[in-house]
């Protein structure tokens, strides 16, 4: 799914949530390099750019993959109980629980198409978690929301690469068999 907008909680001082990666359905997708202070471009990010909430550096995770579990027609619901957030230094703040906004359920990310659902169809999508208690982040309790819109956008397969590189392979031997020929 290609990126979009995000709505965000007080304290959120960075940038939308942007294309980068976006959300990469059936994979874990990694991020990392969170710090204290605005994000300066020593983060690897993953999902999205990296974000400022309460002066600190932070990127959106899987640390499972992300799956659909239903879809009828217009509307779908993918699993995001290993969604998580790297924070100010913390690798991975799990936010697969604590759903809090109606309609929502814990871990279950819920969609909604213009039309099907498929390749560039536009979506919104809404999440909420909450983080737990004991965090080491010392935000046990924040309430967090993902609120997406976008379009959704068809991921190569590693076997479409493969044909690619094997169809430039061949116009290039062909340009060469050409020059060897004149």
């Not at 300066?40 to 600190?56: L, V």
Request: charged content about 5%; overall charge negative.
């Amino acid at each position: 799914m290609g990126g979009g907008t995000a709505v965000t909680a007080p304290g959120f001082d960075g940038q939308w949530l942007t294309n980068n990666n976006g959300i990469v359905l059936g994979t874990a997708q990694a991020a990392s390099g969170t710090h204290s202070g605005a994000p300066n471009g020593s983060e690897i990010e993953g999902i999205d750019n990296a974000w400022g909430y309460f002066g600190h550096t932070g990127l959106h995770l899987t640390t499972a993959p992300t799956n659909v579990l239903t879809a009828s027609g217009n509307t779908a619901t993918v699993d995001f109980s290993g969604w998580a957030v790297s924070w100010n230094g913390i690798a991975a703040i799990p936010m697969g629980t604590g759903a809090w906004v109606a309609g929502t359920q814990n871990g279950i990310a819920q969609i909604t198409c213009g039309s099907n659902c498929g390749n560039g169809d536009t979506f919104s999508l809404l999440y909420s978690a909450t983080v737990p208690a004991n965090d080491p982040s010392m935000m046990g309790n924040t309430k967090y929301m993902l609120s997406l819109t976008g379009t959704v956008a068809a991921v190569p397969e590693a076997s479409t690469y493969g044909m690619m590189l094997a169809g430039l392979g061949l116009v290039g031997f062909a340009v060469r068999r050409r020059k060897l020929m004149a």
